[in-house]
């Protein structure tokens, strides 16, 4: 109990300057995202800047994402008006180092004056002004400071400089997975749900035993949504319309196939629109998921939609509609005489 | 019986996902199978879609009988265009790809494969 009431005590810390799969803004970082750690975080914490390093490769795994380390932060450049604008699209401060992370941010123009305490944060995407001029981007404690810090923090806090909100904080947070009302769990936002609730993601907030939620807390990595959400964020160089289902079919079934992205549990509206489905040139479906009977044959599939900015993403193939004879002679039969000689 | 499609519906390759001696990361992701193939060192799968810049899915020849199974699995996904679930070994270094042309920019060591109805 003691343990999970500091942990608490610590998340109430942390709650307030971060307001943060939800997706923050439609700004991303790109695909390929510089990484340093500011003053002598390299030297003096080198197994903890290795580690860190070590974890954000999930988001990499999960996403178009290439982070390029680049080691200690470089100093500012000074711009003629005397502005500093700092290299590095991800820059981590972590404690312990030569830089005091609890006092008002360095760098002229930077505007997190508000900065205090270890209450960890990170700056999305579009804080252009913060990204320039603040000499930190991201401020990541060790939670829990006593023992191996937590993995999901270190996501959850990048995750943030990655463009993700919080969980925790969306209007239709389910207040059953908490026995009791939870500070800060359950808010007015609306805005960027890319996927249905999400209690195991890193970007929720953990607390005690009361709640069942996996969130920052944890150790286990990013959630199947989490992941999600940063699939559709940092789309792939070529953006495939993916759709799950059976491209070759009896003529007495549908040719059903559904969305991919609804399949893993996007909220379809909040992230893709213009479907449009056609088979031999011609459309037949404008929907997320296509259902239709389709004549026997090798038939031409398009499929096409874009995404909650517009990227466009398109496939094409072809789908097979078989008699029943044609599925036995052509499919059944050969995988059966297959599997026999096996 | 593979009367139809569905009677087949359920297929699973799981073993070199606990053979393996490297699968320190192991994650998941679906695949429409757009091209099954084998060479002498490896059986692959592209997938239409890539997933952190990964569209191909490879087991290598050194185990025979699993690369057969899983050829056979991939094969029938392909031909009866069936949505597959491939699990894979995320670490790149860790799969020992580059012993079986698995290259590390676009290619993961697949541990294991299913489809089902």
Redesign the interface.
């Known amino acids: 109990m003691k343990i999970f009431g500091g942990v608490l005590a610590v998340l109430l810390l942390l709650a307030a300057p971060a307001s943060a799969g939800v997706i923050a803004t439609k700004e991303t970082l790109g695909r390929d995202i510089s990484v340093c750690f500011v003053g002598d975080a390299v030297t003096k914490r080198a197994d903890r800047v290795k580690q860190v390093l070590e974890w954000i490769k999930d988001f990499e795994v999960a996403a178009n994402i290439r982070f390029r380390p680049l080691g200690a932060c470089p100093p500012p450049k000074t711009l003629p008006n005397g502005d500093e604008v700092y290299e590095g699209d991800v820059r981590i401060v972590i404690p312990n180092t030569s830089v005091d992370a609890t006092v008002a941010v360095p760098g002229k123009q930077c505007p997190r004056t508000d900065n205090k305490g270890w209450g960890s944060w990170g700056t999305f995407p579009d804080a252009a002004k913060a990204r320039r001029h603040c000499l930190f981007t991201v401020k990541l404690g060790d939670d829990p400071w006593r023992g191996e810090p937590y993995r999901n923090h270190t996501l959850h806090e990048v995750g943030h400089a990655l463009g993700l909100a919080h969980e925790h904080q969306r209007y239709d947070f389910d207040p059953t997975v908490c026995d009791g009302i939870v500070k800060y769990f359950g808010s007015e936002r609306t805005a960027g749900l890319a996927t249905l609730y999400d209690p195991e993601s890193v970007m929720h907030y953990t607390t005690g035993p009361h709640c069942k939620v996996i969130g920052n807390y944890a150790r286990n990595g990013l959630s199947e949504k989490d992941k999600l959400t940063l699939h559709m964020m940092y789309p792939e160089d070529v953006r495939v319309a993916e759709f799950v289902g059976n491209t070759v079919v009896l003529d007495s079934e549908n040719l059903w196939l559904m969305f991919g992205w609804k399949r893993r549990g996007a909220i379809v509206p909040n992230v893709a629109s213009g479907f449009q489905w056609k088979i031999d040139g011609k459309p037949v479906g404008e929907k997320d998921n296509l259902d239709v009977k389709v004549a026997p044959g090798v038939h031409t599939l398009e499929y096409s939609y874009k995404d909650y900015i517009n990227r466009a993403y398109a496939y094409k193939g072809t789908v097979r509609v078989l008699t029943k004879d044609d599925f036995t002679r052509t499919i059944a039969a050969p995988l059966a005489a297959r599997a026999v000689l096996q | 019986m593979?009367?139809?499609?569905g009677?087949?519906a359920f297929a699973v390759v799981m073993a070199a996902a606990f053979s393996s001696p490297a699968s320190a990361?192991p994650?998941?992701t679906?695949c429409?199978p757009?091209e099954v193939a084998v060479f002498n060192n490896r059986v692959y799968v592209r997938c239409?879609?890539?997933?952190?810049?990964v569209s191909f899915f490879a087991v290598p020849t050194t185990d025979a009988p699993h690369a057969?199974?899983m050829l056979?699995l991939l094969s029938?996904a392909h031909?009866?265009?069936?949505?597959l679930t491939l699990t894979y070994e995320?670490?790149a270094a860790a799969g020992g790809g580059a012993s079986f042309s698995c290259a590390p920019a676009d290619c993961r060591l697949l541990l294991g494969a299913r489809f089902g109805k």
């Open positions: 593979l009367s139809r499609s009677s087949y990361a994650a998941n679906g429409t757009e239409s879609a890539a997933v952190g810049g057969a199974r056979s029938t031909v009866a265009g069936r949505t995320a670490d």
